[in-house]
């Protein structure tokens, strides 16, 4: 997926149910930031290898997993990527073994990878009460200020219980569609340099 600009937005889902509410949620953050001149990537946590944290600390020696999965494939792309929306159903009050898994290998990455991140969560659940969401959330806001990233909005969706719901609700998908499209516009407003970008008809 591709705009005219390089802000560059990785999106990942964390359900491994494949074309399920939290993919739509992330599909739809990811049509918002494209429309609004940004580059988008998405991957797949369910289609992915990434092992649990062993807690063996040798990251801590050499900054780098003993574990040479899938996660070396993200790495580069979290690097280069300013707006990362990251997305979870919630799981019995938390998030996903999937993307626990993914938030625990962070521990051995360099952490100047995460610095000034702007965060976007998107967070469906099938209880009728945002409350469900209260652990997720805290747990990514906690992280998000531990790392020095920005958490500028969380999506949060109640009463998500069918594969479909999130797709078949034109008001959640608007709203994800407007916190991508905001969140690559206040950058370019941020960055000048970019904000011309964005104007500029593609190839030009
Ligand atoms: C193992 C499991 C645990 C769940 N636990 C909760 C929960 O604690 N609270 C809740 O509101 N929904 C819970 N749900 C429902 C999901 O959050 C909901 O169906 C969500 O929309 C699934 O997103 P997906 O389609 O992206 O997989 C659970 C679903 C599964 C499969």
Known sequence: MSGPTDTRVLGIVGSPRKDGNTE?????????????????????????????????????????????????????????????????????????????????RWYGVDPRIFRGKRIIAAVPMGGGNEHYA?????????ICNYLGMELIASIITP???GKDSVRQSRLHIDAARDVGASTVRSIHERDPSLHRAANQPVGS
Not at 30 to 52: D, F, M, N, R, V
Request: net charge negative.
């Open 134 to 142: 209260r652990h997720v959330i805290g747990m990514i806001e906690d």
């Open 24 to 104: 739509a949620l992330v599909d739809a953050v990811l049509e918002g930031a494209i429309g609004a001149g940004a580059l988008a990537e998405k991957k797949l946590l369910g289609s992915l290898t990434i092992g649990p944290c062993k807690a063996c600390n040798g990251c801590q020696k050499t900054h780098e997993c003993v574990q040479q999965d899938d996660m070396v494939e993200l790495l580069p792309l979290m690097r280069d990527s300013e707006i990362w929306v990251l997305g979870t159903p919630v799981y019995w009050w938390g998030p996903t073994s999937q993307f626990k898994a993914f938030v625990d």
């Open 159 to 161: 009463g998500m219980n």
